[in-house]
């Protein structure tokens, strides 16, 4: 039996184009997706616009504290989890961020959203002020740096981070369960 899981994401996140970018076809326009990522079964889970597909960790709807501003998908300070509304087995996901000064967030996958502590159900890829937040310098060989696979896997020592406030893009592929 194949399991599928919700995505669960703690960050300030823009799903502009989930999908690669073909050198033969245009890029598609933001929160659209061109014909051969759509025949390659992509699929937005964004749209730019709305909350629409995403819920919070314990309700049915999105927690306060997200919005939508000026295209991305934005957490405040007092924003909870939030958490896709479908549920996804392998996937690839692709997308941009960025962090404030001092940020502790990231994207779990393979959560079990009934069973308590959720951090302890599934992998974190971690998305950490490496400079100000005081985790990056816990745990093991830099297991808790920013594209971390928290308390697991180090980020490669050759990752490039953009400066505080400035967009990264991340790509996290997931088959089966690894």
């Known amino acids: 039996m194949k399991k599928s899981f919700p995505l669960f994401l703690s960050a300030c ?6 999908g690669p970018i073909h ?11 061109t014909e051969t990522e759509t025949a390659a079964g992509w699929r937005l889970l964004f749209d730019g616009r709305s909350l629409a597909g995403w819920r919070s960790l314990k309700t049915e709807t999105p927690p306060a504290g997200w919005e939508v501003i000026d295209g991305n998908l934005v957490r405040n300070a007092k924003g909870g989890d939030l958490v896709t ?8 996901l692709v997308l941009d961020w960025k962090l404030s000064s001092g ?23 971690q998305l950490l002020d490496d400079e100000l937040h005081p ?27 953009h400066p505080i406030g400035e967009w990264n893009t991340t790509r996290i592929v997931v088959r089966g369960w690894r």
């Open 13 to 18: 996140l823009s799903f502009a184009a989930l």
């Open 85 to 92: 509304v479908d549920d996804f087995g392998d996937f690839e």
């Open 135 to 161: 985790d990056a310098k816990r745990g093991i060989d830099g297991n808790r740096t920013v594209g971390s696979l928290y308390d697991l896997i180090p980020a490669a020592k050759t990752k490039i981070v």
């Open 103 to 125: 940020a502790n967030s990231g994207i779990m996958y393979r959560v079990g959203l009934t069973e308590g502590n959720t951090f302890r159900t599934g992998p974190e890829y």
């Open 23 to 33: 050198a033969n076809e245009p890029a598609a326009a933001p929160f659209t997706l």
